[in-house]
């Protein structure tokens, strides 16, 4: 045989393919004949969801607004943390956290003329063991707090301290409060223990142990200078007047809950008086959209203003989605409402009922930015502070601007259609029942 004789022509290759081809194709039809006879129910269930799937555009505004009954309510205020921060058991979370939050950082004595490590036993001394020992105390006192109602009873104000008649009628508004808010959360909330990370849910929380306060943070409701108050208990300053918003916001002189470890954070909540001041949600989102977004801000532009106008508005040019600015009230509130949206929420936009958690922590004082200096002065009454400090009545910034009041919403509600107004309402509903505000004309 000539080894030419071995070379296939081109029309004996093609023949080959496709017989092969053929092969392969009647064994693939053979197969899946015995699997349909094997299972006839799965494979008609396939063809069903096949038939039925389609790709549908992700609606970030639903066209009907959502209706809140007794059972969500209840679910969203024993779920108040995001996602992101809930693993499936309120133990396993603690008990995470205790591992990994607040690494101890373990030394081991080492015998360098014999190198080698002591057996642990015997050296009862030792770092190693006392890490030990130390981890043992966290767990017990792990397992005690994860058993107790988290649900701090609130504690009486010291009314003793104050002499002036004319706080009567403020107290009267403030025990008025405090008891909707608890009715409220006896109601709906029907919970006996967090299901949210411990020091997630004390994170908006600063101290002052001075005088035994806990300020709950609420952006855009007076919480600037209320950091100064605190400032000024702390003697950190002589007066809140002379503290500026950088000390303020970025000199972190403050201690906040979540610094201290679980013992702390407990006996802390038990025996200090806790405080939070709210606003109208809608004066609230209005005041921090024009304080974000309408003047210049070096951070709230490049991260959340290039991001709401890439996704939000058609044709943008190229200057707006360099440097996010000129972001519209419409183009927020669509980021606002989106359920997918390009960019994290923020404190200043976020529900009260997610940064303080009011019917997981019951607070002894509820004050509202609507009366917040009579309200702010009662409160320090209550806590003995110095006479001669009252609270600071001047804009933290943009002084120059008309303060959010009612008229103003108005003005910016009025660019929304109706069902978007419907949907910032429901947004921010928790907040609007807890805290008895009116209800919005939409």
Same mark, same amino acid.
């Given at each position: 045989?000539?080894p030419?004789?071995?070379?296939?022509?081109?029309?004996q290759?093609?023949?080959?393919?496709?017989?092969?081809?053929?092969?392969?194709l009647l064994?693939f039809?053979y197969l899946?004949?015995?699997?349909?006879?094997q299972?006839p129910g799965?494979?008609?269930k396939?063809r069903?969801?096949?038939?039925t799937?389609?790709?549908?555009p992700?609606?970030y505004?639903?066209?009907?607004?959502r209706?809140?009954?007794?059972e969500?309510?209840q679910?969203?205020?024993?779920?108040?943390n995001?996602?992101?921060?809930m693993?499936?058991?309120?133990?396993?979370k603690?008990?995470n956290?205790?591992?990994?939050?607040?690494p101890?950082?373990?030394?081991?004595?080492t015998?360098?003329s014999?190198?080698?490590a002591p057996?642990l036993g015997?050296?009862?001394?030792s770092?190693?063991i006392?890490?030990?020992e130390?981890?043992?105390g966290t767990?017990?006192?792990?397992r005690k707090?994860?058993e107790t109602?988290?649900?701090v009873d609130?504690?009486?104000?010291?009314k003793?301290l104050?002499?002036?008649s004319?706080?009567?009628?403020?107290d009267?508004?403030q025990?008025k409060r405090?008891?909707?808010l608890?009715?409220?959360?006896?109601?709906y909330?029907?919970?006996?223990?967090?299901?949210s990370?411990v020091?997630h849910m004390?994170?908006?929380?600063?101290v002052?142990?001075?005088h035994?306060i806990?300020?709950c943070?609420?952006?855009?409701?007076?919480?600037?200078?209320?950091?100064?108050i605190?400032?000024?208990?702390?003697?950190?300053?002589p007066?809140a007047?002379?503290?500026s918003?950088?000390?303020?916001?970025?000199?972190?002189?403050?201690k906040k809950?979540?610094?201290f470890?679980?013992?702390?954070?407990?006996?802390?909540l038990?025996?200090y008086?806790?405080?939070v001041f709210?606003?109208? %949600?809608m /004066?609230?989102?209005?005041?921090a *959209?024009r =304080?974000?977004f309408?003047?210049?801000?070096?951070y709230?532009?490049? $991260?959340f203003?290039k991001?709401?106008?890439?996704?939000?508005?058609p044709n943008?040019?190229?200057?707006?989605?360099?440097?996010?600015?000129g972001?519209?009230f419409?183009?927020?509130i669509h980021y606002?409402?989106d359920?997918?949206?390009?960019?994290?929420?923020?404190i200043?936009w976020?529900?009260?009922?997610?940064?303080c958690?009011p019917c997981l922590?019951?607070y002894d004082f509820?004050g509202k930015?609507?009366t917040l200096e009579e309200d702010a002065?009662?409160?320090?009454?209550?806590i003995?502070a %110095?006479? /001669?400090?009252?609270?600071?009545? *001047?804009k =933290?910034?943009?002084?120059s601007?008309?303060r959010?009041?009612a008229? $103003?919403?108005?003005?910016?509600l009025?660019?929304?259609t109706?069902?978007e107004r419907?949907l910032i309402?429901?947004?921010y509903y928790l907040?609007?029942?807890?805290?008895?505000?009116t209800?919005?004309f939409l």
């Open positions: 045989m000539q030419s004789d071995l070379v296939m022509n081109p029309k290759v093609f023949l080959s393919v496709l017989l092969f081809g053929v092969a392969g064994l039809m899946q004949v015995c699997i349909e006879e299972h799965r494979v008609e396939r069903e969801q096949r038939a799937s389609g790709w549908e992700v609606n505004l639903q066209s009907t607004p209706i809140m009954t007794r969500k309510i679910e969203h205020i024993t779920n108040q995001p996602k992101s921060h693993l499936k058991d309120p133990k396993d603690l008990e956290l205790l591992n990994s939050k607040r101890t950082r373990v030394f081991t004595e015998n360098h014999q190198g080698e057996a015997r050296n009862p001394g770092p190693t006392q890490l030990i130390k981890q043992q767990k017990i006192l792990f707090f994860s109602n988290w649900s609130i504690r009486p104000l010291n003793s104050v002499t002036d004319r706080w009567k009628r403020i009267a508004t025990e405090r008891s909707f608890q009715e409220f959360c006896k109601k909330g029907g919970v006996s223990r967090p299901q990370h020091f004390v994170s908006r929380i600063y002052e142990d001075k035994k806990l300020y943070e609420v952006p855009k409701a007076g919480c600037s200078n209320w950091k100064r605190l400032m000024v208990l702390n003697g950190l300053a007066s007047y002379n503290i918003h950088d000390a303020v916001h970025y000199g972190k002189h403050l809950l979540d610094s470890d679980l013992k702390g954070i407990y006996s802390r038990n025996t008086t806790k405080a709210v606003r109208d %949600p /004066e609230r989102l209005v005041s *959209f =304080d974000k309408e003047h210049p801000n070096s709230y532009h490049p $991260v203003g991001a709401i106008i890439k996704k939000y508005r943008a040019c190229e200057e707006a989605l360099n440097n996010g600015s972001v519209k419409k183009e927020f606002l409402l359920s997918h949206r390009p960019v994290g929420m923020d200043h976020e529900k009260v009922s997610k940064l958690y922590i019951h509820v930015f609507e002065n009662y409160f320090l009454q209550l003995g %110095p006479k /001669e400090l009252k609270f600071p009545n *001047f =933290d910034r943009h002084s601007d008309k959010t009041n008229q $103003v919403v108005g003005q910016y009025k660019d929304l109706r069902t419907q309402y429901d947004f907040d609007y029942l807890m805290f008895n505000y209800t919005p």
